[in-house]
């Protein structure tokens, strides 16, 4: 299924700013008001970044209002030379810019208050295009601005991310949202194990069953997302549909399933080791330290995580591990003799009764024909019994041990749950 929605109020992001085209600011900004703008039952159809260039600012603005008539703007509000936007948007409608003495007062009023003298250059942020709405900024000193036109709706705010998400919250959605027919929610089901060709051949046939709901495949390192979402349906409509829709995804996906929305999957797994008892330990060679730092990362882990052993070299492996020299001369680094013996070792060094290993082929080089890089076993012990799984991982080295994490986490989370260590051992 595609993730293209039915026809509902749209918008356009248009960001300026020379830093974020260099790569010196993260456009944090058009991520967070793209959120908040669906929950209003506003859909944004496109972002824009361009520098601080009179014709290009133009140029975006005004093609976002030949395609949607609504826009959205945020930097180039402050009273430096390079904070064009007003000017531009201002020219670019026919509307001049006026001087606006409340604006001014309180910009005024908020300086006397931290003991600040304003500049010659802070009237600049009192010049308003004629006709515009001053959205008041009480966290900053840029306002915003709704301005109509022949063509469309302009609204400016200002770059900084603390004015800006409160401007949009506080004054913008409101407005928004008067003028919108419904909400748009969505709901993710997070997955692992599962490569999204796999995934899609057991979900796209409820495509029937999920209308008018439309689902996007979301892959990443980390595993597969399933965002199901509503678009432009009144609240309780949105609710009671999207609550249908996850069921049934869950019921089709069941095996993949480990979550939803930002859970993590190390910290899915500490809550189930809490809960059955099991005390937890790694042995890591071609993830050096990732898996244990996946665990760790979780607040309170130390009630499962019982520690790790990083043993890169073939040494380490014997002499921290108990691995034999002669099985690693038989079948390799990477094998199920030498993934089952690391896992076996940690356990009884650490007295963890739940354990897993991990050896492989990162890259870039070092494969075989018969080990390509991206190859990775696993040795999982689980009171005593252990499974090895041979997992094969596409991509870059950092990928690939990315992934072997993800695995791995994975791997202990279903046999605690009694389902095996990996979904079959397919390569994701």
């Known amino acids: 299924m595609s993730d293209s929605p039915p026809r509902e109020p749209v918008i356009e992001l248009v960001t300026v700013g020379h830093e974020l085209l260099l790569g010196h600011t993260v456009d944090t900004n058009s991520a967070y008001a793209g959120q908040r703008l669906a929950a209003a039952g506003v859909r944004v159809v496109r972002r824009t970044s361009v520098g601080d260039d009179p014709a290009d600012i133009a140029d975006a603005v005004a093609g976002a209002l030949a395609r949607t008539g609504r826009v959205l703007t945020t930097g180039g509000l402050g009273p430096t030379r390079d904070d064009i936007t007003k000017v531009v948007v201002g020219e670019l409608l026919g509307l001049p810019l006026e001087f606006n003495t409340v604006v001014w007062d309180d910009l005024l ?14 009237r600049t942020q009192a010049m308003v295009p004629r006709g515009a709405t001053v959205l008041p900024n009480r966290w900053g000193t840029a306002p915003g601005l709704w301005i109509p036109s022949a063509t469309g709706v302009v609204i400016m705010l200002p770059g900084v991310p603390f004015e800006m998400r409160n401007l949009l919250d506080h004054e913008v959605i409101p407005r928004l949202a008067e003028r919108a027919g419904g909400v748009i929610r969505s709901h993710t089901l997070r997955t692992a194990g599962v490569p999204e060709s796999i995934l899609a051949e057991q979900v796209d046939s409820l495509e029937a069953e999920l209308a008018p709901l439309s689902l996007a495949y979301l892959p990443d390192v980390a595993g597969v997302d399933l965002r199901l979402t509503a678009w432009n349906l009144p609240p309780d409509e949105a609710d009671t549909r999207l609550a249908a829709g996850v069921a049934a995804l ?91 013996a690391m896992v076996r070792g940690v356990a009884a ?23 390509p890089v991206g190859t990775v076993w696993f040795g999982v012990l689980c009171r005593g019994e252990v499974e090895t799984v041979r997992v094969g991982f596409p991509g870059t080295r950092p990928e690939i041990r990315a992934r072997a994490v993800q695995a791995a986490l994975f791997g202990l989370w279903r046999r605690i749950r009694g389902d095996g260590p990996l979904a079959g051992g397919t390569t994701v």
């Open 349 to 371: 060094r650490t007295g963890a009764d739940l354990a897993i290993s991990i050896t492989g082929v990162a890259g870039p080089g070092g494969g075989t024909d018969a080990k």
């Open 250 to 340: 869950r019921r089709r996906a069941a095996p993949w399933i480990y979550g939803e929305e930002d859970d993590d999957l190390a910290a899915v797994l500490f809550d189930a080791a809490r809960t059955t008892g099991h005390r937890l330990a790694v042995a890591e060679s071609c993830t050096g330290g990732l898996l244990g730092g996946r665990i760790t990362a979780v607040a309170g882990s130390s009630e499962v995580f019982v520690g790790g052993v990083i043993a890169y070299a073939d040494a380490a492996k014997t002499e921290l591990l108990g691995v034999p020299a002669g099985l690693m001369a038989a079948h390799g680094a990477v094998s199920a003799e030498v993934a089952e």
């Open 109 to 122: 009023a908020r300086w006397q208050r931290i003991g600040r003298e304003p500049s010659a250059s802070n």
